[in-house]
């Protein structure tokens, strides 16, 4: 056995993979090493991850100057419980994120992945109703939506085969479709309609991009509609840009397309450049504003144990810093262009259709037979033939993507390109 096998029959006798079936699955490749753009598998393999490992990584892998704040600040505090004690990683981290954040972005409550970011943004919303004395159960989400894997994050998203074993469990929510130029004014409507109810608590929604369910791009004017009726009912606005934030979409973050900013804003994936698990919600003044009370039942009961753990917020900072140089926001706007170039190349063929790209997110709808969706058939022939070609793609069903680190060089998008092209 070479040590390659080794490792995966060790894997397969002590490890349960995420999103993966386990008897049809093709065993998985072990990783050695990662630099830049590239995975380095334990049989010598170079791999240009193409989509940042799960959307999380920026700059790419093994960054030094992440790394080295991760080391220095391993060896200063690792960890200290952040109820009654705090720590300037932390507060650095949150004054800076409120620097950039839209300006109407007043506190930072940390947790430890996307899933905690959304679960808390609704817990502060209905908590927000239940310390103010009003009655308010309903939350509004987008079809299509993805928020994350636990109970709360399920509720808000899709009803799907993946969830089906759970939605006895899952609250109502009242799902309206993506707005669209064409059944705008029915969405508008419903949405008008629901509003009118009093009942609604939040609008949750992942601003201009649907990341889960095929990269489903939508206009910031019609978002924006909705935001501004949903705030005039008092209704809160959560922007999940677990996906979308850190320069995703060309500006630092989605909701920075918009006129109306959101209450609370969610963000995860890269907010440490790919390193460290870490959640952020965000929210306004008006929000903890129902918090800051005597009464301590208006106390916010949320916490995890790493909450705002210090190497991981160390980590944070290193990545604004790598983030907010010229070299990378210059690097967000070459693969743009090169997008949006390959985007006018790719509408030239019938084999595809729905071509789209915003920033840094490249995504077209490859034609087949089955409609397009998330169990679409053509995944399983599309993941291997790019891995064949040392390129990681993860098709959602029949939508390709490219979301890559922001350091992939032309040479490599390239590569990506002509691997698409040829499947055409
Ligand atoms: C928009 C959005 N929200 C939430 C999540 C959940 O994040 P996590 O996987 O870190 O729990 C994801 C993950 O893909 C996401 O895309």
Redesign the pocket.
Known sequence: MTPTEQLQQADAQAIWHPFTPLTTSPVPLPIQSAKGTYLYTTDGRQIIDAIAS???NLHGHSHPHIANAIATQAQRLEHVIFAGFTHEPAIQLAQRLLQILPNNQNKIFFS???????EVAMKMAFQYFHNKGIRRKKIIALEG??????FG?MSVGERSPFNAPFQPYLFDVEFIALPTEENKEIVLKQFEDLLATQEVAAFIF?PLV???SGMRMYSAKLLDTLIQKAQAAEVICIA?????GFGRTGKLFASLYLEHYPDII?L??GITGGFL?L?VTACTEKIISAYREDDLMKTFFHGHSYTANPIVCAAANANLDVLLEKNCLADIQRITQQHQAFAELCKQYTTVENVRCLGTIFALDMVTSQETSYINEARSKLYPYFLAKNILLRPLGNVLYILPPYCISNEDLEQVYQAILELM
């Open positions: 799960w959307w999380v430890d992945n996307g899933s905690t970011a959304t939506a993805y928020h994350g894997d636990t994050a992942e649907q990341g889960a999940d840009e677990v996906m979308t969610c995860s994936k698990p959640g």
